[in-house]
């Protein structure tokens, strides 16, 4: 079956544009979770959710980052009045339920503001 | 300050040879991660020990959780091109910590290249 996936794989923005990543999860899976990686280095979580419902956004930088999963598939994490320090890897990642199960990883959004 | 701090950051070494990369806290964690990441790639899941003193075998790779659950090391015998990565130990939020209990905490992981 297909993993998670993610889009655009690269995206290139002028300082304040908005931003939407898209992530498109394994199907059937419960939870979803958006990190931001810098070169070289681990995740950094942002959010997660059990289906639809936010369950956690304390690791949003600050209010110009959102998330959402209407449907409780597809999220969407938006950046609005972008800024060179949000260029980074996002990455999404799913996982079967709630807390304790595997987290796959998808392959992530390079995000360049410029 | 990190939760997780990983040793060394960087390692180099030719084909054949052992190493060994450590995962070091001073909290109490129910139990550990370890990932690999290559290049251009999300991390993959390796391993998850949750006893202290806990060791598990996969393949030439040996994972070990410290007896107070505090540390973990990873100890690969005679490494191959293909173990280059970066490596990335990771915990869950505790069991106290209510709705964070999904969300991963990572090291910033030891990146290996390994030489032919």
């Known amino acids: 079956g297909a993993g998670v996936s993610q889009s655009p794989r690269y995206k290139v923005t002028k300082r304040g544009q908005d931003v939407a990543l898209r992530c498109d999860p394994i199907?059937?899976?419960?939870?979803l979770y958006w990190y931001r990686q810098a070169l070289g280095q681990g995740p950094e979580f942002l959010t997660y959710?059990?289906?639809?419902?936010?369950?956690?956004k304390s690791g949003l930088p600050n209010d110009r980052f959102s998330a959402e999963r209407p449907e409780g598939s597809i999220s969407t994490l938006t950046i609005q009045r972008t800024e060179q320090r949000d260029s980074a890897m996002y990455r999404c990642?799913?996982?079967?339920?709630?807390?304790?199960?595997?987290?796959?990883f998808g392959p992530g959004t390079r995000l360049t503001v410029t | 300050t990190q939760l997780l701090e990983q040793s060394p950051q960087f390692l180099s070494i030719q084909e054949g040879e052992n190493l060994t990369v450590y995962c070091n806290s001073s909290?109490?964690?129910?139990?550990l991660q370890w990932y690999r990441q290559e290049p251009g790639e999300g991390p993959v899941l390796l391993v998850t020990?949750?006893?202290?003193?806990e060791v598990k075998k996969l393949k030439r790779l040996t994972f070990q959780f410290g007896d107070a659950r505090k540390d973990s090391s990873l100890h690969i015998t005679a490494a191959q091109p293909g173990d280059t990565g970066l490596y990335l130990c990771?915990?869950?939020?505790?069991?106290?910590?209510?709705?964070?209990?999904?969300?991963?905490?990572f090291g910033r992981g030891t990146q290996l290249t390994v030489w032919p």
């Open positions: 020990v949750v006893t202290g003193g």
């Open positions: 990642a799913s996982s079967l339920g709630h807390g304790r199960n595997e987290q796959y």
């Open positions: 990771a915990v869950r939020g505790g069991a106290d910590r209510g709705s964070t209990l999904g969300r991963l905490y």
């Open positions: 959710f059990n289906y639809e419902a936010q369950q956690d």
């Open positions: 199907s059937g899976h419960v939870s």
């Open positions: 909290s109490v964690f129910s139990s």
